[in-house]
């Protein structure tokens, strides 16, 4: 500060340390601005998913009073009877007026083919129910279950919309009745895939996704981690690892329906097994993470300082005490991190699925690896090509619940890596 | 600018001197056989190395070094950066086949047993031949756990109490015991770093080896840490055989008994501590030790 002119060098630097300030607020400011665009990205998905979507987790049902007429349950097998009749002959005492044979299709309509089928549980579970009169809240079509949410404009010309103005006079009828209710979609939750979107479930999806994951974990992580190993800590560092090393790099790249197309010839048409099974789909979603995995466990066992080895290698550990007592649970959370990143990755895959027929279209839910199943991603393409109206909404809806399991199995990730995390 | 570019210069001038005295030695030496002068031999040794030589690669970082590891001393091993002392140290427990490309040929015996030998196994071998590392590296486990890993694994004991007895003697040998006795449970990587470094050394001591080999074991530790280490040191040569590695004068002078001097892969110099830092023989190892470079 004495002589702040004599120092020529100090001069140089304050000249220039304006420009150095100058670049770091600028990079800064790119910063910024780029999680703030991508966090505005994120936020419009979600707003557009869940604003379309979350309408699908409620369900329009309609009370009806039910004659469980004796005459119908003449058969042996309960199951056989005619329950549409039921529901017809119900609706048609409802609205004596309608007479006219398109007038009563179109009544009729109102309500959903599931119906049936809700009737025909009942009376499995409570033959007693035979020459009662029960009221009973059934779930209606899929048009009304969109006109009631608002999805169809009652202003519109008749004949633009699915819903005509006889129909809107019914549906009006029982809303003044209290006949109509919107409840919880419970049905979204526990049923299988449907050609009518009010009898469409997710949890056909989830249980075969569930069984697929669990193929491809059991599979993929002792694997990846026993490849990682032996590559990083045993196998010698010549040509040959070398080439090992590329290609293992190469297949993390491979686009994943190249792996859904191997899977197809090696599994299905070579080895024979079950097409469209989660057992096939577990298998290449394996051979689709492994390259994930094993290229996350070779640099968290990188990762683990040369010092940790030494020092059990100077007491005398041999090699596999070394790895299994000291290099391994340092490296697990890393490991456990790449596994779960894997996972999430082989959730969201629809590609190679699509290939090895896990697109089929199944309303049974699965009991078990060799049962046909589809997964959620899959679901969720085949919903999105639908034309109903109503599958839009479970298109999202499907999405969120996707988005849940995803946030939680990297919930997960952060959870088992905090819990087995080593600091020193 | 003018000041500058004069501190520069002067910069300079000021170490020429210096290079000009390493160039005309290395030159010098280079013709030079070097034979190994002062008593690398001593009478009923631990350990016998002669003519080991070690190889990088193409690179040869140890040149045919023959010495004598005696009962019950402190060997020094001293010289400048890169002169290959951690190298031959590390060939003592064969820590150098980790080492990807490093070969070693030569005889080193452990009480005449050749420890390159065919049947011999590298896991008893670093059981007797101990070694304590640069950076205090405990393992990310419990005090405890970390002198009782090598007991267990080598199998030592029988049962949980011969465990406790094992560790206990070993953190006291080590010095440790009274500060660590109340926080065993506790991760040895939450002690200090002079603390650490003992902890170090009870975990080696803790297998019962004959030979401790130590690589620069206070290079990262402040002067009251390296005090500690160097009391005990002196204590753990009544027990074993301790071979030091160290850039420090001093501390070479202070604990040990023989000291060896290694230039550029050659053992130059071995005798008597007090003989080497008074009266050396060789030219370079005058050099080395009254600081002219290293």
């Given at each position: 500060m004495d002589q702040p002119a004599t120092n020529p060098a100090i001069d140089k630097v304050n000249r220039g340390l304006k420009r150095r300030y100058r670049a770091e607020r600028r990079f800064r400011l790119c910063g910024a601005t780029a999680v703030f665009a991508a966090l505005c990205f994120l936020f419009i998905l979600f707003f557009s998913i869940v604003s379309s979507g979350y309408k699908a987790f409620q369900k329009t049902f309609i009370q009806i009073d039910v004659f469980f007429d004796p005459a119908e349950f003449t058969n042996e097998n309960l199951a056989t009877a005619n329950f549409p009749a039921l529901i017809k002959a119900s609706m048609s005492s409802r609205f004596p007026e309608v007479t006219a044979r398109r007038d009563k299709k179109d009544l009729y309509y109102l309500i959903s083919p599931g119906a049936s089928f809700q009737l025909m549980k009942l009376i499995k579970n409570?033959?007693?129910?035979?020459g009662q009169k029960e009221r009973i809240w059934v779930s209606a079509n899929d048009d009304v279950d969109m006109l009631l949410k608002g999805n169809i404009d009652r202003t519109r010309p008749e004949s633009e919309r699915r819903i005509n103005d006889k129909q809107l006079a019914w549906l009006d009828t029982l809303a003044g009745e209290g006949k109509i209710k919107k409840t919880f979609n419970m049905a979204f939750f526990t049923l299988g895939d449907s050609r009518e979107p009010e009898q469409a479930g997710i949890w056909g999806a989830t249980c075969g996704s569930f069984y697929t994951l669990l193929i491809t974990l059991s599979l993929s992580f002792p694997i990846g981690v026993a490849a990682a190993v032996y590559l990083e800590e045993f196998a010698p560092k010549n040509r040959w690892t070398d080439i090992i090393e590329v290609n293992i790099n190469n297949l993390a790249a491979v686009p994943s329906i190249v792996y859904g197309l191997l899977g197809l010839a090696v599994f299905i048409n070579f080895f024979g097994m079950p097409r469209s099974t989660p057992v096939v789909g577990g298998l290449v979603l394996t051979l689709m993470t492994l390259p994930i995995i094993i290229i996350a466990s070779r640099a968290s066992l990188k990762s683990v300082p040369p010092s940790i080895r030494e020092a059990a290698l100077g007491i005398g550990a041999s090699k596999m005490q070394m790895v299994a007592h000291h290099v391994l649970p340092l490296a697990l959370p890393g490991m456990l991190t790449g596994t779960i990143i894997g996972m999430a990755h082989a959730l969201g895959e629809t590609a190679p699925l699509l290939m090895v027929g896990m697109v089929a279209f199944i309303v049974d839910i699965p009991q078990?690896?060799?049962?046909?199943a589809t997964v959620l991603p899959v679901q969720i393409y085949l919903w999105s090509d639908?034309?109903?109206?109503?599958f839009m909404e479970k298109t999202s809806a499907a999405i969120m619940v996707l988005l849940v399991f995803l946030f939680l199995m990297n919930a997960v990730a952060i959870f088992l890596r905090k819990r087995f995390e080593i600091k020193w | 600018m003018e000041s500058l570019f004069q501190t520069a210069e002067s910069g300079i001038l000021a170490t020429a001197p210096k290079e000009k005295i390493l160039s005309e030695v290395t030159s010098k030496t280079l013709h030079k056989a070097r034979e190994t002068v002062g008593d690398p031999f001593v009478e009923n040794p631990r350990m016998t190395c002669r003519e080991v030589n070690v190889y990088y690669g193409e690179k040869k970082a140890i040149n045919n070094v023959n010495i004598d590891i005696a009962r019950h001393e402190v060997i020094a091993m001293i010289g400048p950066?890169?002169?290959g002392k951690s190298t031959f140290l590390r060939c003592l427990n064969r820590m150098n086949d980790t080492i990807e490309g490093c070969r070693v040929t030569g005889d080193i015996r452990l009480d005449g047993m050749?420890?390159?030998?065919?049947?011999?196994?590298?896991v008893p071998l670093r059981a007797r031949v101990g070694m304590v590392f640069q950076k205090p590296n405990p393992f990310p486990k419990s005090i405890f756990d970390n002198v009782a890993y090598g007991p267990k694994i080598h199998g030592l004991v029988q049962n949980k109490s011969e465990l406790e007895e094992i560790v206990e003697a070993s953190l006291k040998k080590a010095g440790l015991w009274e500060e660590a006795k109340d926080r065993?449970?506790?991760?040895?990587?939450?002690?200090?770093g002079g603390q650490q470094q003992r902890l170090c050394i009870a975990r080696a001591i803790a297998v019962s080896p004959e030979v401790i080999l130590m690589d620069e074991p206070c290079s990262a530790l402040d002067p009251i840490a390296t005090a500690k280490i160097e009391e005990l040191i002196a204590e753990l040569c009544e027990h074993y055989s301790i071979v030091i590695v160290t850039h420090s004068m001093q501390q070479a002078a202070r604990v040990s008994q023989r000291t060896a001097y290694f230039h550029l892969g050659d053992l130059i110099e071995v005798g008597k501590t007090d003989r080497i830092f008074t009266n050396p023989r060789h030219q370079l190892t005058e050099d080395y030790i009254t600081g002219r470079f290293g």
């Amino acid at each position: 500060m004495d002589q702040p002119a004599t120092n020529p060098a100090i001069d140089k630097v304050n000249r220039g340390l304006k420009r150095r300030y100058r670049a770091e607020r600028r990079f800064r400011l790119c910063g910024a601005t780029a999680v703030f665009a991508a966090l505005c990205f994120l936020f419009i998905l979600f707003f557009s998913i869940v604003s379309s979507g979350y309408k699908a987790f409620q369900k329009t049902f309609i009370q009806i009073d039910v004659f469980f007429d004796p005459a119908e349950f003449t058969n042996e097998n309960l199951a056989t009877a005619n329950f549409p009749a039921l529901i017809k002959a119900s609706m048609s005492s409802r609205f004596p007026e309608v007479t006219a044979r398109r007038d009563k299709k179109d009544l009729y309509y109102l309500i959903s083919p599931g119906a049936s089928f809700q009737l025909m549980k009942l009376i499995k579970n409570n033959p007693a129910l035979i020459g009662q009169k029960e009221r009973i809240w059934v779930s209606a079509n899929d048009d009304v279950d969109m006109l009631l949410k608002g999805n169809i404009d009652r202003t519109r010309p008749e004949s633009e919309r699915r819903i005509n103005d006889k129909q809107l006079a019914w549906l009006d009828t029982l809303a003044g009745e209290g006949k109509i209710k919107k409840t919880f979609n419970m049905a979204f939750f526990t049923l299988g895939d449907s050609r009518e979107p009010e009898q469409a479930g997710i949890w056909g999806a989830t249980c075969g996704s569930f069984y697929t994951l669990l193929i491809t974990l059991s599979l993929s992580f002792p694997i990846g981690v026993a490849a990682a190993v032996y590559l990083e800590e045993f196998a010698p560092k010549n040509r040959w690892t070398d080439i090992i090393e590329v290609n293992i790099n190469n297949l993390a790249a491979v686009p994943s329906i190249v792996y859904g197309l191997l899977g197809l010839a090696v599994f299905i048409n070579f080895f024979g097994m079950p097409r469209s099974t989660p057992v096939v789909g577990g298998l290449v979603l394996t051979l689709m993470t492994l390259p994930i995995i094993i290229i996350a466990s070779r640099a968290s066992l990188k990762s683990v300082p040369p010092s940790i080895r030494e020092a059990a290698l100077g007491i005398g550990a041999s090699k596999m005490q070394m790895v299994a007592h000291h290099v391994l649970p340092l490296a697990l959370p890393g490991m456990l991190t790449g596994t779960i990143i894997g996972m999430a990755h082989a959730l969201g895959e629809t590609a190679p699925l699509l290939m090895v027929g896990m697109v089929a279209f199944i309303v049974d839910i699965p009991q078990g690896f060799t049962d046909p199943a589809t997964v959620l991603p899959v679901q969720i393409y085949l919903w999105s090509d639908s034309p109903e109206r109503a599958f839009m909404e479970k298109t999202s809806a499907a999405i969120m619940v996707l988005l849940v399991f995803l946030f939680l199995m990297n919930a997960v990730a952060i959870f088992l890596r905090k819990r087995f995390e080593i600091k020193w | 600018m003018e000041s500058l570019f004069q501190t520069a210069e002067s910069g300079i001038l000021a170490t020429a001197p210096k290079e000009k005295i390493l160039s005309e030695v290395t030159s010098k030496t280079l013709h030079k056989a070097r034979e190994t002068v002062g008593d690398p031999f001593v009478e009923n040794p631990r350990m016998t190395c002669r003519e080991v030589n070690v190889y990088y690669g193409e690179k040869k970082a140890i040149n045919n070094v023959n010495i004598d590891i005696a009962r019950h001393e402190v060997i020094a091993m001293i010289g400048p950066s890169g002169c290959g002392k951690s190298t031959f140290l590390r060939c003592l427990n064969r820590m150098n086949d980790t080492i990807e490309g490093c070969r070693v040929t030569g005889d080193i015996r452990l009480d005449g047993m050749d420890i390159h030998d065919r049947n011999v196994d590298v896991v008893p071998l670093r059981a007797r031949v101990g070694m304590v590392f640069q950076k205090p590296n405990p393992f990310p486990k419990s005090i405890f756990d970390n002198v009782a890993y090598g007991p267990k694994i080598h199998g030592l004991v029988q049962n949980k109490s011969e465990l406790e007895e094992i560790v206990e003697a070993s953190l006291k040998k080590a010095g440790l015991w009274e500060e660590a006795k109340d926080r065993l449970n506790q991760p040895g990587t939450g002690l200090s770093g002079g603390q650490q470094q003992r902890l170090c050394i009870a975990r080696a001591i803790a297998v019962s080896p004959e030979v401790i080999l130590m690589d620069e074991p206070c290079s990262a530790l402040d002067p009251i840490a390296t005090a500690k280490i160097e009391e005990l040191i002196a204590e753990l040569c009544e027990h074993y055989s301790i071979v030091i590695v160290t850039h420090s004068m001093q501390q070479a002078a202070r604990v040990s008994q023989r000291t060896a001097y290694f230039h550029l892969g050659d053992l130059i110099e071995v005798g008597k501590t007090d003989r080497i830092f008074t009266n050396p023989r060789h030219q370079l190892t005058e050099d080395y030790i009254t600081g002219r470079f290293g």
